[in-house]
């Protein structure tokens, strides 16, 4: 079992930077994919950003050049650095992990005023 807990969402100008963070515990030696969602209102949920254990990335297109996925392994913890944010990027932010289930953090809110 992995337990996700993330952190570090809020309020912010468009144009501004948030740093998520997502914290796991319980059998995370197994994780082998850490990613991050996010879901608007009325939307489905989407696939923001994903990082392999071998570092590998990949970015939906809508953020690329823009959010950074990172992982420090020693801490047990995976980033989302959002720069340049957007009004459209205002969802609930979900960090995921992967072993041979997946498991989910609680969410956390990034509100985007323009």
């Known amino acids: 079992q992995v337990q996700l807990v993330e952190s570090g969402g809020g309020l912010v100008q468009a144009g501004g930077s948030l740093r998520l963070s997502c914290v796991a515990s319980?059998?995370?030696?197994?994780?082998?994919?850490m990613a991050w969602y996010r879901q608007a209102p009325g939307k489905q949920r989407e696939l923001v950003a994903h990082?392999?254990?071998?570092?590998?990335?990949n970015y939906a297109d809508s953020v690329k050049g823009r959010f950074t996925i990172s992982r420090d392994d020693a801490k047990n913890t995976a980033y989302l650095q959002m720069n340049s944010l957007k009004p459209e990027d205002t969802a609930v932010y979900y960090c995921?992990?992967?072993?041979?289930?997946?498991?989910w953090g609680q969410g956390t809110q990034v509100t985007v005023s323009s």
């Open positions: 995921n992990a992967e072993d041979e289930f997946d498991y």
């Open positions: 319980g059998t995370v030696f197994s994780i082998v994919m």
């Open positions: 990082i392999t254990s071998g570092g590998s990335t």
